[in-house]
């Protein structure tokens, strides 16, 4: 299969990636102290919709908990499979995080909504994981995830 194959943007694509994901790893995500900002809000919709959300902050070093579940500072150090990494970084902030989300091997990458990075992203494809660009999680779940 062709790496190109892995970045999806056709419809049918996106819903099999909503559908295949009940982990997620949302790196980036904000605290309860953001509640207003996408990088929690997204997150808190998905985990009331009954998504294993798996919380990846960048920031705020000296929480422990966001949404009620223990925080992972690193992809790496997160026990077991996960389904999709949901990315809430600027795009010149993606790099620092390629490698340790090739070595998690999740099944797919979601850029949210106006992140866009073709370099990480192809490096994902080439590793035979799933890429979705610059679309939101919450909107798509919404559409397909039931």
Known sequence: MA????????????RAVVQASKRVAVLGIKTEQQSDQPAFYVAEYLAQAGVDVVPVPVYYPDVTHILGKPVFRRL???PGDIDLVDVFRR?????QHVEDILAKKPKAVWFQSGIR??????????????VVQSRCLM???RRYGR
């Open 139 to 141: 909107v798509d779940h």
């Open 117 to 130: 990075n073709d370099a990480a992203a192809e490096k994902f494809a080439k590793a035979g994981i799933k």
């Open 3 to 14: 790496h190109e194959d892995n970045l999806i943007q056709d419809e049918a694509g996106i």
């Open 91 to 95: 795009p010149q902030d993606i790099d």
């Open 76 to 78: 790496v150090d997160i």
